[in-house]
T-cell receptor
Framework: SAVISQKPSRDICQRGTSLTIQCQVD?????MFWYRQQPGQSLTLIAT?????????ESGFVIDKFPISRPNLTFSTLTVSNMSPEDSSIYLC????????????FGSGTRLTVV | GDSVTQMEGPVTLSEEAFLTINCTYT??????LFWYVQYPGEGLQLLLK?????DKGSNKGFEATYRKETTSFHLEKGSVQVSDSAVYFC???????????FGKGTMLLVSP
């Protein structure tokens, strides 16, 4: 199955600043997904990133706040813009894997604390 | 829309006890079903999956059977270990590659 390298693993940021999270997949994948996991909560989908087109955002998430890039089939970034303490969460990227190992692989997550 | 409901935690067990974490789902068609595990401070790892009715997924002593008649995918393990302490997420995905819908997660705490 695919392996996803995600960085940074954690960061502490000042409010009002932005952080860009990167995910590198070791194989080409058509779709990548970005999730947010607030403290003690489940995962909420932020957006779906397809190569060559704009990301598709879920209700409650907007491009100005969470711009996403997908320059090729192995890489994606998520930026958390103009951060506030409410953005403190774990952010995870994910990609589907196919064939006999059908499933979804996740990056190790970015633990963001906004102070 | 699709949804996943799993039992509230934390589930607290002694080592070698039997584990069941209930999961039921609502979805149209025939979704694929998954259990993911999140160890403290880490990302999600796929524990097991089932892609059609009556399939049994298994891994590391954990099992779950896709029951379409009861729309359930309960996770079981015959003898838990301290190292199994983690948060377990039940999830579904419609046919084909699309997003996962997660349950709220169940924390498992195993004491020696």
């Amino acid at each position: 199955s695919a392996v996803i390298s995600q960085k940074p693993s954690r960061d502490i940021c000042q409010r009002g600043t932005s952080l860009t999270i990167q995910c590198q997949v070791d194989s080409q994948v058509t779709m990548m997904f970005w999730y947010r996991q607030q403290p003690g909560q489940s995962l909420t989908l932020i957006a779906t990133a397809n190569q060559g087109s704009e990301a598709t955002y879920e209700s409650g998430f907007v491009i100005d706040k969470f711009p996403i890039s997908r320059p090729n089939l192995t890489f994606s970034t998520l930026t958390v813009s103009n951060m506030s303490p409410e953005d403190s969460s774990i952010y995870l990227c994910s990609a589907p894997t196919g064939g006999a190992n059908y499933g979804y692989t996740f990056g190790s997550g970015t633990r963001l604390t906004v102070v | 829309g699709d949804s996943v409901t799993q039992m509230e935690g934390p589930v607290t067990l002694s080592e070698e006890a039997f584990l069941t974490i209930n999961c039921t789902y609502t979805a149209t068609g025939y979704p694929s079903l998954f259990w993911y595990v999140q160890y403290p401070g880490e990302g999600l790892q796929l524990l097991l999956k089932a892609t059609k009715a009556d399939d049994k997924g298994s891994n590391k002593g954990f099992e779950a059977t896709y029951r379409k008649e009861t729309t359930s995918f309960h996770l079981e393990k015959g003898s838990v270990q301290v190292s199994d302490s983690a948060v377990y997420f039940c999830a579904l995905s419609p046919r084909g590659y699309s997003t996962l819908t997660f349950g709220k997660g169940t924390m498992l705490l195993v004491s020696p």
